[in-house]
């Protein structure tokens, strides 16, 4: 029964990734291109989002769902490892046209090639995985 709480939860952000058009490679190619506010808007309303969510939780010392408080820890500041993931994460974006989350999406709408991307990603964190010791953390 506690799974379908989550399956509900990401087919109503699979909707509305998929109606306000987040999913769909003109709109991000229109991004990438600087032709469009569309997803710059989107991604705003998200940071935005997640800005208020975290002094929520912050101010008011929520808890989990198994109630135990929730810890932010704070990132440090300025540091190359954000610039290269951002750089890697950005680059395989524009290069395939989907972020990590409406790969799902996609694949759930018929776009059987985003198969391939999904591989991709699965192969990009397991190489992860076999590096993650060796990288600057």
Same mark, same amino acid.
């Given at each position: ?12 952000? &699979? ?6 058009? !987040? ?5 991000? @190619?229109?991004?990438? #291109?600087? #032709? ?31 109630? #135990? ?12 490892? @954000? ?10 974006? !524009?290069?395939? &046209? ?10 759930? !709408? ?10 991709? !990603? ?5 190489? @992860? &995985? ?8």
């Amino acid at each position: 029964m506690n799974v379908l709480k989550y399956l509900f939860v990401g087919f109503v952000f &699979g909707i509305v990734l998929t109606k306000s058009e !987040a999913v769909s490679w003109y709109r991000i @190619y229109e991004m990438f #291109q600087f #032709q469009s506010f569309h997803m710059y808007g989107i991604i705003a309303v998200a940071i935005l989002t997640g800005i208020i969510g975290i002094q929520i939780i912050k101010r008011n010392n929520l808890k989990d769902i198994k109630g #135990q408080p929730i810890e932010i820890i704070d990132k440090e500041v300025g540091s190359s490892r @954000y610039w290269i993931g951002g750089l890697f994460f950005g680059l395989g974006w !524009a290069l395939v &046209g989907s972020c990590p989350g409406p790969i799902f999406i996609l694949l759930g !709408a018929g776009f059987w090639s985003v198969f391939l991307v999904l591989l991709g !990603a699965l192969l990009g964190t397991f190489i @992860y &995985g076999l590096l993650k010791d060796k990288l600057p953390h």
